[in-house]
């Protein structure tokens, strides 16, 4: 049966191992198509080298190692080998040429995996974002996208260490609040498990090498404990005659961290490290084990848990119970078919690999129903921030189980409420809901219903709709999406009013007066950044919601400064120049090519360093002011005819440690914490760092804390940012700006 593989020439020696592990599988799989859709690639990444010194192409094939691991088939995997063909050699080949060569199905799985980097945003953030969405929108499509897309970051994950130090805590925190989250809603445990702990590596790596040499240690002390658990589990079992599987494991890194983080508790108080699996054959079979283990072991009441009367929204099964021994030492059982357990490891995967046909195609999409739910979004919101919360609430979270009168399990994420109960029935449900009960009794509609209640929604026909202020009450994006869609649908005309008379108290805010024309060239322009192309269209989706004003506004101020003054451009209003620190200073270590004798001042909007690279720009009355040269405010008025001739050159002197320090902002994205800002100024203070100024938004879980602070130059600034770093609870330290 093997005949056709074991003719491989040194052409094919990067893949003699995939190809000979899917032979021993004794599965079905188009060898050739697979050989030819390594040599397509091989060939595209000739040259290309990986930051770990070796040749790019050894990536695709571990990518596609790992998707044959998961047991997905041909097309996949010649997708995994093809991923980055269109993303790293777009000049050479397009999704067209793989569609000729490999097929309709290779083709739009390597189109989903390609990210989209054409749309024009003004932040790496905004572009980021929109790429996940991409993402979700392809994988509600075809799964096997998002499979090969944990593949593909699983590999990067193993092989991080060969990157730079700030890429890598970037890309581990990505992959703990959204990868690994992924892996989880889709049950792949293994996935799920290796992820967290390559990124915790990386997110706290002393924290990590402290847990796992306390395992070590444990499990040496514990080795008897457990030797003796196991004996008498599997004396019990083989006496009744069962068969079964024992496996013993001890939890892993990042489960012990998070249990220790959250629980605030040491290692020695963690004492469920341990966990026993019995695996046996038939559903039946769980319950007389979970019987027996009752039996020999004391349970700990409150413990239990039938995932397999109830399963996991994400199709996990199992018992689980938590017993002690004479030992006094608390361990976990789990208690599972032979099936469940594919399931466990593999999710959605094993059930994907598992079946095929129509039949369960159709019981895919409704797994994975909440993926789609999430994407509703795609034509309504063009809000790349509410997408990500959406994301968030939606896969991080952890589900409550409520039912319907009738009975039914409606599965929500941790504090929705019941609006959100109400959308997850049915839009109509929600659209005419005028109250609520929960377990019989009147209910405010913001409650959050709890695990195992009965929620009982009452409507009208008479009612008029959803209100607006539901927007803010609901957590989770399907019910947002649903709300929206009826407003959209039911109310553009009134959506029209209510959003021009948004922007009309936008406008009166700003005080300077406008013509209809620039008016109109504002809103146009705002517009088009958001994909939209009538001001009408602008006006209603900001009366649906679709984008909030309070996001649109700095933007209207952006785009009036341009429009309306563009004579003088932002940078140099006196307002701007008056709080200048530095504007006393004339030269301030700044060397302006072919000017003389004005005065320079550092402009607030991009606060340069010394070490930035910057630009002058001759202010009518105000001398030169200075920007990075990448300043969106240069950027954007650089090429305008009218300004021409009014930028110079700019560099730094090279005077070493005048002394002179700089105003620099710095943005901090961290977990809502009271020791939060002390810890902040605390860690200034070590460093000797002047504080200007602060503030803080809380948003959701987290704080976003901005500062101004007096630094040196650039080295400086940057040591100050990978100090922050490490103050606890903070996830992202970058240099911020005015706007
Ligand atoms: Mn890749």
């Not at 996949?76 to 080998?81: D, R, V, W």
């Not at 260490?161 to 992959?175: C, G």
């Not at 959406?390 to 319907?404: G, N, Q, R």
């Not at 922050?724 to 992202?732: K, T």
Request: net charge neutral.
């Amino acid at each position: 049966m093997a005949l056709q593989t074991i003719d491989l020439t040194a052409e094919y020696a990067g893949i003699e191992k995939l190809v000979t592990a899917l032979v021993s599988t004794g599965k079905k799989y188009n060898i050739d198509k697979i050989k030819s859709a390594y040599l397509f690639a091989k060939k595209l990444h000739e040259g290309q080298y990986r930051a770990s010194g070796e040749e790019y192409i050894t990536h695709p094939v571990a990518v596609a190692e790992i998707v044959a691991g998961l047991e997905l088939d041909t097309d996949s995997i010649c997708a995994a080998l093809l991923h980055d063909t269109i993303e790293d050699c777009g000049d050479k080949v397009s999704t067209d040429i793989i569609r000729r060569e490999f097929g309709d199905d290779v083709a739009r799985l390597v189109d989903g995996l390609t990210k989209m980097v054409q749309i024009p945003f003004e932040d790496k953030e905004e572009e980021h974002i929109e790429n996940l969405r991409k993402m979700f929108l392809a994988m509600s499509k075809d799964v096997r996208v998002i499979f090969i897309k944990l593949c593909d970051r699983l590999h990067n994950m193993r092989t991080l260490r060969a990157k730079k130090d700030d890429k890598r805590r970037v890309i581990a925190l990505e992959t703990m609040q959204v990868f690994a989250p992924l892996a989880h809603r889709l049950g792949m445990q293994k996935m799920k498990q290796e992820l967290e702990n390559l990124s915790l590596e990386y997110l706290d790596p002393i924290g990590y090498e402290e847990i796992s040499s306390n395992i070590e240690k444990r499990y040496g002390e514990s080795r008897d404990f457990i030797e003796n658990l196991r004996k008498t589990v599997s004396d019990k079992l083989t006496s009744s005659g069962l068969k079964f599987t024992l496996e013993g494991r001890v939890k892993s890194v990042y489960s012990i961290y998070r249990k220790m983080y959250l629980q605030n508790k040491s290692f020695d108080e963690i004492f469920d490290f341990y966990a026993l699996r019995v695996i046996v054959d038939t559903e039946e079979e769980c319950y007389i084990v979970l019987g027996m283990i009752h039996e020999l072991f004391s349970m700990v009441p409150g413990r239990f848990k039938d995932y397999i009367s109830i399963p996991k929204p994400n199709m996990y099964r199992s018992l689980h119970t938590t017993v002690i021994g004479k030992s006094a030492i608390p361990f976990e059982v789990q208690i599972r078919t032979k099936e469940m357990h594919r399931i466990a490891e593999y999710g959605v995967a094993a059930h994907w690999k598992y079946k095929s046909g129509e039949e369960s195609k159709e019981d895919i999409d409704r797994k994975l129903g909440w993926i789609a739910k999430l994407i509703e979004t795609e034509d309504d919101t063009r809000d790349p921030e509410e997408f990500l919360k959406a994301l968030k609430i939606d896969i991080m979270h952890d589900e409550v189980f409520v039912f319907t009168p009738k009975g039914d399990i409606i599965t929500l994420p941790q504090g929705a409420t019941v609006i959100d109960f109400a959308y997850a029935i049915h839009s109509e449900v929600g659209n005419k809901m005028i109250g609520a009960k929960i377990n019989g009794m009147i209910v405010p509609i913001d409650r959050t219903p709890q695990n195992g209640e009965i929620v009982e929604i009452i409507t009208s026909s008479a009612s008029r709709g959803p209100s607006r202020d539901w927007m803010k009450i609901v957590t989770t994006g399907e019910a947002r999406n649903k709300i929206r869609q009826w407003f959209k649908r039911e109310m553009r005309t009134e959506n029209i009013q209510v959003g021009k008379s948004e922007i009309d108290r936008e406008f009166k805010r700003i005080g300077t007066p406008c013509t209809d024309d620039q008016r109109n060239e504002i809103l146009l322009n705002i517009g088009r950044r958001i994909g939209i192309q009538d001001i009408d269209d602008l006006y209603n989706t900001i009366g649906y919601g679709g984008i909030l004003i309070s996001k649109l506004s700095a933007r209207i101020r952006d785009e009036f400064d341009r429009v309306v003054k563009v004579e003088e451009p932002r940078v140099q209003t006196a307002e701007d120049v008056s709080t200048v620190k530095n504007a006393k200073k004339t030269s301030g270590g700044v060397e302006i090519d072919g000017v003389n004798g004005l005065t320079v001042k550092f402009a607030k909007c991009c606060n340069p360093l010394p070490g930035d690279k910057i630009v002058g720009f001759i202010t009518k009355g105000y001398g030169i002011s200075v920007h990075k040269s990448d300043c969106r405010n240069i950027s954007e008025n650089r090429g305008k005819p009218e300004l021409a001739g009014r930028f110079v050159d700019a560099r730094w002197e090279k005077t070493e440690n005048s002394g002179e320090r700089f105003e620099a902002q710095i943005r901090i994205i961290a977990v809502n914490d009271i020791r939060l800002i002390a810890d902040i100024t605390m860690a200034l203070a070590d460093m000797r760092v002047s504080l200007l100024g602060i503030t803080s938004n809380s948003k959701g879980d987290y704080t976003v804390v901005e500062l101004l602070v007096a630094c040196k130059n650039l080295d400086h600034f940057n040591s100050i940012v990978s100090r922050l770093r490490s103050v606890p609870n903070v996830e992202q330290v970058s240099r911020g700006s005015a706007q």
